[in-house]
């Protein structure tokens, strides 16, 4: 595997399921990021994480909690979900967090119910 | 004075022609310019990028013009292509700074290249 990768690619849950997304950098990064990407807005920056260390909170809601186990992982949990939560969430990943250039993932089509 | 405010939304051009798509960002702290192409099913990926003390940069068939003091940079697509049918993103951030390197996101140009 090269870049980032995501997984799953699609999810459908209902309001009170519980799932969580994962991503994967293959590229040495010290710090990964997860985005929202909802049709006609500007991709949302959620949450950055620096060496495994939480830097940014982008004033995301608690249904979201993210988890950085490690440089190369980030989990982003999800729980009591609602309908405008759908959308498309983008990993990202740089060489370190004040780097402009950073490298997305495929993406994890959610669909909430 | 976070916003990067882009434009047209969608765009259609023939085949070989030019597309441009425009940028405009308030805060005279950014210091990095990138362009990110998306294709369906895919994550952005960065296509050019400029700081602020050229006016110009050019890779390939991909132009970026960046006018300082109107505050605006825009993307020119030369002899464009069905491939570069996508949409693309411009951003802005404090690149290399003590920050997190956040870039702030424009709304996304739908850009179709026509045969």
């Known amino acids: 595997e090269t870049g980032v990768t995501q997984t799953p690619r699609h999810l459908v849950m209902g309001m009170t399921n519980k799932k969580s997304l994962k991503c994967e950098q293959h590229?040495?990064?010290?710090?990964m990021y997860w985005y929202k990407q909802s049709a006609k807005k500007p991709l949302e920056l959620m949450f950055v994480?620096?060496?495994?260390?939480?830097?940014e909170n982008n004033s995301v809601p608690s249904r979201f909690s993210p988890e950085c186990p490690n440089s190369s992982h980030l989990f982003l949990h999800l729980h009591t979900l609602q309908p405008e939560d759908s959308a498309l969430y983008l990993c990202?990943?740089?060489?370190?967090?004040?780097?402009?250039?950073?490298?997305f993932g495929p993406g994890t089509r959610l669909t909430v119910l | 004075q976070q916003q990067v405010k882009q434009s047209p939304q969608s765009l259609i051009v023939q085949k070989g022609g030019i597309s441009i798509i425009n940028c405009a960002y308030e805060n005279t702290a950014f210091d990095y310019f990138p362009w990110y192409q998306q294709f369906p099913g895919k994550g952005p990926a960065l296509l050019i990028a400029?700081?602020?003390?050229?006016s110009e940069k050019k890779e390939g068939r991909f132009t970026i013009s960046f006018n300082k003091s109107a505050k605006q940079f825009s993307l020119h697509i030369m002899d464009s292509q069905p491939g570069d049918s996508a949409t693309y993103f411009c951003a802005a951030s404090l690149h290399g700074s003590s920050n997190t390197g956040k870039l702030i996101f424009g709304q996304g140009t739908t850009l179709q290249v026509k045969p």
């Open positions: 994480y620096s060496l495994e260390e939480r830097v």
């Open positions: 990202a990943s740089s060489q370190d967090p004040g780097s402009g250039t950073q490298y």
């Open positions: 590229l040495g990064h010290n710090a």
């Open positions: 400029i700081r602020p003390d050229v």
